[in-house]
């Protein structure tokens, strides 16, 4: 399966997040920076194929390596209708990729950390197998119709949030407060805080798009339910 891997900018990735990633990727992975999402590839050790975006917050080392390297770079200008990490979502789309899974610290910006969650779920995504790992949070997204089983650890935290609207014919198991052809509205917080029973939960979606978050995915699993 051909898979991309975007790295955001924001805060410095968890090194944690990046050994997950690296467990499971495939020699044949894109990965695309958004930005200063280079700098934190570069410190992570990975191998940058392209690099998006205004290039406004990229550091002076950055720039200076990626004029020595042989890295495709797609300029855009500052004032743009799309964020970096849209603009390096779009990216990877357009090369036809079935997976993407995005890296990202996190950042002191909430307007910036919504935008680009919210972006997972864009609708010409939807043909598209999309995960983040968002500082120590997991992220899967799902756009109906899907059926996605979502591996965790039993007694562990999940939620599942909405984007864009209603998500229509929730169907859950494995999990404590199950759902049965169920809707979720994304202004209430009903899908909020369940637990995960088994290491596995299968989830369905009729129509709608969710994310489903484990917000303490990289956290040992006593410290999580002591927090």
Same mark, same amino acid.
């Given at each position: 399966?051909?898979?991309?891997?975007?790295?955001?900018?924001?805060?410095?990735?968890?090194?944690?997040?990046?050994?997950?990633?690296?467990?499971?990727?495939?020699?044949?992975?894109?990965?695309?920076?958004?930005?200063?999402?280079?700098?934190?590839?570069?410190?992570?050790?990975?191998?940058?194929?392209?690099?998006?975006?205004?290039?406004?917050?990229?550091?002076?080392?950055?720039?200076?390596?990626?004029?020595?390297?042989?890295?495709?770079?797609?300029?855009?200008?500052?004032?743009?209708?799309?964020?970096?990490?849209?603009? /390096?979502? &779009?990216?990877? *789309?357009? %090369?036809?990729? !079935?997976? $993407?899974?995005? @890296?990202?610290? =996190? #950042?002191?910006?909430?307007?910036?950390?919504?935008?680009?969650?919210?972006?997972?779920?864009?609708?010409?995504?939807?043909?598209?197998?999309?995960?983040?790992?968002?500082?120590?949070?997991?992220?899967?997204?799902?756009?109906?119709? /899907?059926? &996605?089983?979502? *591996?965790? %650890?039993?007694? !562990?935290? $999940?939620?599942? @949030?909405?984007? =864009? #609207?209603?998500?229509?014919?929730?169907?859950?198991?494995?999990?404590?407060?199950?759902?049965?052809?169920?809707?979720?509205?994304?202004?209430?917080?009903?899908?909020?805080?369940?637990?995960?029973?088994?290491?596995?939960?299968?989830?369905?979606? &009729?129509?709608? *798009?969710?994310?489903?978050?484990?917000?303490?995915?990289?956290?040992?699993?006593?410290?999580?339910?002591?927090?």
């Amino acid at each position: 399966m051909s898979t991309a891997l975007v790295v955001v900018g924001g805060d410095a990735l968890d090194p944690r997040a990046v050994t997950q990633w690296l467990e499971h990727h495939t020699d044949s992975t894109i990965v695309i920076a958004a930005d200063s999402g280079y700098d934190h590839a570069v410190a992570a050790g990975l191998q940058v194929h392209i690099v998006v975006g205004d290039l406004d917050s990229i550091s002076p080392d950055g720039r200076a390596r990626l004029h020595a390297d042989t890295i495709e770079v797609e300029t855009h200008p500052t004032d743009k209708d799309f964020t970096d990490t849209e603009l /390096a979502l &779009r990216a990877a *789309a357009s %090369r036809g990729v !079935e997976r $993407i899974t995005v @890296l990202g610290g =996190g #950042g002191d910006r909430l307007d910036h950390s919504l935008g680009a969650l919210f972006a997972l779920a864009d609708p010409s995504l939807a043909h598209i197998a999309v995960e983040a790992w968002w500082g120590e949070a997991h992220i899967v997204v799902l756009q109906g119709p /899907a059926t &996605r089983t979502v *591996a965790g %650890r039993a007694g !562990e935290v $999940i939620s599942l @949030l909405p984007v =864009g #609207g209603p998500a229509h014919g929730l169907t859950t198991r494995g999990v404590q407060y199950a759902l049965d052809d169920d809707t979720l509205h994304p202004t209430a917080s009903r899908g909020v805080s369940n637990v995960l029973t088994d290491d596995r939960a299968h989830i369905t979606v &009729r129509s709608g *798009a969710l994310l489903v978050v484990r917000p303490h995915a990289l956290r040992p699993l006593d410290k999580e339910m002591t927090s």
